[in-house]
């Protein structure tokens, strides 16, 4: 295949990266890439959506073109509820989970790298709710059992998020704040 790049439909020998085609009984071919299938739910990264492809075999193929991915099989999720006192300080909780490519991504994170710099990281993604924000409790699900969903959970503290006074409070909704907005995702 070409990932991530325009193939032409006249016969080329262009390519970047080599996958598996594998033949099944009914004689259509079933694409398998195993360098992206560490930490993924998929055998195919829902990032390579409408990616063409040549399928090298005796009898010749014709240039053919993955399935194309909806934005439901590639989204992350966002879930929080909060709690602001009388003197205006904020007490929240977060769940984020993903389908796809964003799943993936995840996992990996944490697959590749130390459980301290993930959660700093995590850390600095929920600050965005405030500067001040506290972390008071993280919890991930096991980023290596493709069989259940991953997701990542925390708690946190805001001390006088809120303009409080006696007849009003005055704040901004914790997730109005863009809490993913490193490229990293």
Request: with cysteine; charged share 25%; glycine share 8%.
């Amino acid at each position: 295949t070409m990932a991530g790049a325009r193939v032409e439909k006249v016969p080329a020998d262009q390519f970047n990266h080599c996958v598996v085609a594998w033949k099944k009984k009914d004689g259509t071919f079933e694409m398998l890439d195993p360098t992206w299938m560490p930490f993924d739910v998929d055998t195919w990264s829902l990032a390579e959506g409408e990616q063409d492809y040549l399928i090298g075999t005796k009898e010749g193929e014709g240039l053919k073109q993955t399935q194309a991915f909806t934005p439901e099989q590639n989204r992350f999720m966002i879930t929080g509820s909060s709690v602001i006192d009388a003197k205006g300080n904020l007490g929240g909780k977060l769940m984020v989970k993903a389908t796809g490519y964003p799943d993936t991504r995840m996992r990996r994170a944490f697959a590749y790298q130390a459980a301290k710099e993930n959660e700093a990281f995590y850390h600095q993604l929920f600050s965005e709710i405030s500067p001040l924000m506290t972390m008071e409790k993280f919890e991930k699900g096991d980023h290596a059992d493709l069989g259940k969903p991953f997701f990542v959970k925390a708690a946190y503290s805001v001390p006088g998020y809120a303009a409080a006074s006696k007849k009003q409070v005055r704040f901004t909704v914790p997730l109005a704040h863009y809490v993913l907005r490193q490229e990293r995702w």
